[in-house]
């Protein structure tokens, strides 16, 4: 059973058991409703407050290997922090499902990282995978929507491709709605949309420390 925050607390654990044997069954999962509706609407109105200043433009790659491209995606986004309230809220609920799935999956996922994402207007992120075989430690790619009221007109739909480049799933970007893929597998975008799309993007991680030195995150 997964719980954070009295805030953060998953809708139904009946479903969750379900959602763990289709990752395991076809590699990703769509959960229409992880969270209910009052606590979503929580996070989204968070989200929405922050100021500029809480935003950075979103990079490609990690350390040396970072760069900004506009070409490839134009979304902002904000490194949760464990320290802040809703950001630790939702950061202690990925873990206990990390937990979970460690248990039921024996997948050793070590830790987790996640940002918020903003799309602006007529924002994308065009097609990519999270993770290259053997050359990142990112495991599970998650994304949670913050949206109400999202309408099939207003875009910004996630398309995620099958090995021939065929479209496996086309999802609507619904508050409450968990999508979880494995990150080196599914080759996936972000369609321009009509609204300023808001949503939870995580990856858990093996560790690949070397020497005693933790991987550091990003
Ligand atoms: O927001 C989404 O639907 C997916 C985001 C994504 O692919 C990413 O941040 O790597
Ligand atoms: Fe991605």
Redesign the pocket.
């Known amino acids: 059973m997964i719980t954070a925050d009295p805030a953060l607390t998953v809708a139904d654990f009946a479903t969750e058991s379900i959602a763990i044997d289709q990752l395991a069954s076809q590699g990703y999962v769509i959960v229409p409703n992880f969270l209910a509706r009052e606590q979503c609407l929580e996070l989204y109105h968070y989200a929405r407050q922050l100021d500029a200043q809480a935003w950075q433009q979103?990079g490609i790659g990690r350390a040396d290997s970072y760069t900004t491209n506009s070409a490839v995606?134009q979304?902002k986004i904000r490194w949760l922090q464990p320290e802040l309230p809703y950001e630790s809220a939702y950061l202690k609920m990925m873990d206990q499902l990390r937990l979970e799935l460690n248990r039921e999956l024996f997948m050793g996922l070590f830790d987790y990282e996640c940002h918020l994402?903003h799309?602006p207007p007529g924002a994308f992120?065009r097609k990519?995978l999270?993770a290259f075989k053997g050359r990142s430690n990112r495991i599970l790619?998650t994304?949670f929507?913050l949206n109400p009221d999202w309408q099939e007109q207003d875009g910004g739909q996630?398309v995620i491709y099958g090995e021939q480049g065929e479209v496996l799933e086309t999802?609507l970007?619904e508050a409450g709605k968990l999508?979880v893929f494995l990150s080196d597998v599914f080759v996936?975008?972000?369609l321009a949309g009509l609204r300023d799309?808001f949503?939870i993007?995580g990856w858990y991680r093996l560790n690949a420390s070397i020497g005693g030195v933790i991987d550091p995150t990003r």
């Open positions: 979103a995606r979304d994402a799309y992120y990519h999270d790619t994304v929507y996630l999802i970007p999508v996936h975008e972000v799309r949503s993007t």
